[in-house]
């Protein structure tokens, strides 16, 4: 019961970062990409991005949104061009802070990114999938997930 409660807090208050009064922009050139899963998912992930850039994001704008706990690794020996701009989520306040959750979202859905891409494997649509609905993107790109264990209203909402 309380996880249901609580799946059903988080759809709320994604529909309510979704909320806007005025349209905006969509920039064509600019990517969001989402990875923020633990460290050794990015240091396996680590050399893609140069080959995702290189191969399909050549003269895009990007926006990332990486895990904090692996920020000064990427600040400190990530040298991608095109990199515009990078967010950096805590994902215990994330997950148990509703203050925190709704700015993050709110703050992905004013990007102005054509494209949203999840490189992560998500099994529940609570944290990466969040992030991705939360954008404006018209092109949204991720995994459809695993729901063997999901709650039958969390696979309801995926």
């Excluded at 409660?5 to 759809?11: G, S, T």
């Excluded at 909320?19 to 680590?46: A, M, P, V």
């Excluded at 994001?57 to 920020?71: H, M, P, R, S, Y």
């Excluded at 700015?103 to 992030?131: G, H, M, P, W």
């Amino acid at each position: 019961m309380l996880n249901t409660a609580k799946l059903l807090i988080y759809e709320v208050m994604l529909l309510m970062a979704k909320i806007r009064f005025t349209k905006q922009s969509t920039d064509n050139d600019t990517i969001l990409l989402i990875k923020t899963d633990e460290l050794g998912d990015y240091i396996l992930f680590r050399n893609y991005i140069q080959l995702f850039i290189a191969t399909y994001a050549q003269n895009k704008k990007i926006i990332f949104i990486g895990n904090e706990l692996w920020k000064n690794l990427f600040e400190n020996f990530e040298q991608h061009p095109g990199i515009i701009a990078t967010y950096w989520v805590n994902k215990k306040k994330f997950k148990s802070q509703m203050p925190y959750r709704y700015r993050l979202l709110k703050l992905v859905n004013r990007l102005s990114a054509a494209t949203a891409i999840n490189f992560v494997y998500s099994r529940t649509r609570r944290f990466e999938d969040a992030i991705v609905s939360a954008s404006s993107a018209a092109i949204k790109i991720g995994y459809a997930g695993n729901t063997d264990n999901a709650l039958p209203l969390e696979k309801l909402l995926n």
